[in-house]
């Protein structure tokens, strides 16, 4: 019911309204003062910068309440523009809504205080106090309303910022410093390590259920009408379209972490896959795919010598379960179901045919790509010190031992799904000191108290924890300058079991650890 349809003394109303009105500022004051004291959002920005909006808003209610009239245009913009400022000052709708009841409050009080020196009746106070009721409650739509159109502006800014941003880390277009200072705005640490990702959304799954799929805190921008962006870690997803991730990353290399992705992204699209690629799992297959000529290339050099039919396809199985045994003769004829002898020749035809001598290959990727390749006695001494100095309980004694860029990868110590990489000397230090640290949880895990070995694994030193002839996990130490520059944690099954197979066919040293 507005105003002009309550029957009032319209003379004795005006008289009450413009008491009050004469004494806006006090009412302003009062309001304000409560609203700073009470209400978190208003505290943090003081009287001063709230009160002359104040003043005016209730000068143009008492205005509008005194002629009996509807608010104006003019009334509304002053409502809406109330709402954007409040916005403007960071306080939330929530408080502003608080603020606004403390305000009705107080003209209502004003109204009942002033009445008697006006002779109003209740009568009359009835009417007024419907009709203010109303009046505020025209005011909050129109406030509501300029508050949100902030907030929504607000919003598109931030997220169009965050998707610059997400764009400049993943094309390395940012300086380091200005990277790590907006990084940090957005929640990524410095010294943590993340994934990049690159997916493309199709009929079926739209962009924004891909965004939800990788989930809130996922950083995420638009590259060449691909999805592209930065996470913690790599989920487990159901997805419908493939979705790459890039290796691990500190915030400097998420440029070449993206490369990677965008590889691993053209090489499922290539295959047909829909769901997660990783592009540590794709070994060769992103550079045949993205640069033809190359997988021609390793074909016609390895492939093309060995011909075609049945003997060329017996050939290249024995040769792929070779290399998987680690090129142990006797692991390969085990799993072939062949006399030693056999997978001798066919290791023997493969290399005449492709002039290929895959023990000096082998050599050569453990020098160039993890250290160099060491002999047992070369590796017991860097193995003990190893094992001295994640028993020690400093963790510094043990990243005194890394090279200054060591990274270290771990599958999980068996208790997790993927792998765990570690990309700083003290991140190394500390999960492995944590991890090699003997506890009777761990004794019950292994069903027993281990022994720590010294040993030689893809031609780095290794420590071996064995029990009852069997491996349950082994730690891999490249070298690079009598130095480690990369742990490696094997805990897999499947790996552990081929470790096992040979493990049981060599003769070995005394352990380091009796019983662990």
């Not at 409502?79 to 709708?93: K, N, P």
Request: charged share 20%; proline share 5%.
């Amino acid at each position: 019911m507005t105003a002009s349809a309550r029957p009032s003394d319209p003379v004795t109303r005006r008289l009450l309204v413009e008491r009050v009105r004469a004494d806006c500022d006090r009412l302003a004051g009062a309001t304000v003062r409560e609203a700073v004291d009470s209400i978190p959002d208003y505290t943090e920005i003081g009287t001063g910068d709230v009160l002359p909006a104040t003043r005016d808003l209730f000068d143009r209610l008492l205005a509008a309440l005194s002629n009996s009239r509807e608010p104006g245009p003019a009334d509304l913009s002053t409502f809406t523009a109330y709402g954007e400022l409040r916005a403007q000052q960071h306080i939330s709708l929530e408080s502003v809504m608080r603020a606004w009841r403390m305000a009705q409050r107080h003209l209502l009080d004003e109204f009942s205080l002033a009445a008697p020196t006006v002779g109003a009746d209740d009568h009359l106070l009835l009417g007024l106090t419907l009709d203010t009721l109303d009046l505020f409650d025209t005011a909050i739509v129109m406030l509501s309303a300029g508050h949100r159109g902030v907030e929504l502006r607000r919003t598109g800014r931030d997220g169009q910022q965050r998707a610059d941003f997400t764009r400049a880390a993943l094309t390395g277009t940012l300086h380091l410093t200005e990277l790590h200072q907006r990084a940090e705005h957005y929640g990524l640490d410095p010294k943590q390590g993340y994934r990049t990702f690159r997916t493309r959304p199709t009929a079926s799954v739209s962009a924004a259920e891909l965004e939800t799929l990788l989930g809130p805190t996922a950083l995420v921008t638009v590259i060449d009408g691909d999805l592209a962006g930065i996470r913690h870690g790599r989920p487990d997803l159901d997805a419908a379209v493939p979705i790459a991730f890039g290796p691990a990353a500190p915030l400097a290399q998420l440029a070449d972490s993206f490369r990677l992705a965008t590889r691993a992204l053209a090489t499922a699209l290539a295959l047909g896959h829909n769901d997660v690629q990783d592009f540590d799992d794709l070994g060769l297959l992103p550079g045949v795919i993205t640069d033809p000529g190359l997988g021609t290339a390793l074909a016609r050099r390895y492939l093309t010598p060995l011909g075609h039919g049945e003997a060329a396809n017996v050939l290249i199985d024995t040769v792929e379960i070779y290399l998987d045994s680690g090129l142990r003769i006797d692991t390969t004829a085990q799993r072939l179901f062949v006399h030693p002898n056999t997978v001798r020749y066919r290791i023997g035809r493969f290399e005449d045919l492709t002039a290929c001598d895959l023990h000096r290959a082998r050599r050569r990727i453990s020098a160039s790509g993890n250290g160099t390749a060491v002999d047992h006695a070369t590796a017991r001494p860097m193995v003990q010190a190893f094992v001295d100095a994640a028993s020690s309980g400093r963790t510094e004694q043990l990243v005194a031992l890394l090279t200054d860029d060591a990274t270290g990868v771990s599958d999980g110590a068996g208790l997790a799904g993927q792998l765990i990489r570690y990309l700083f000397p003290e991140q190394i230090a500390r999960a492995f000191r944590a991890g090699l640290k003997p506890t009777p949880a761990k004794r019950r895990l292994a069903g027993g108290s281990p022994a720590i070995h010294a040993g030689v694994v893809n031609g780095c030193p290794a420590m071996l924890a064995t029990l009852d002839n069997r491996v349950l996990g082994v730690v891999i130490l490249a070298l690079r300058d009598d130095r480690i520059a990369s742990v490696h944690g094997i805990a897999n099954a499947a790996r552990l079991a081929r470790l096992t197979e040979q493990w049981q066919l060599q003769e070995h040293d005394s352990p380091l650890i009796e019983s662990w």
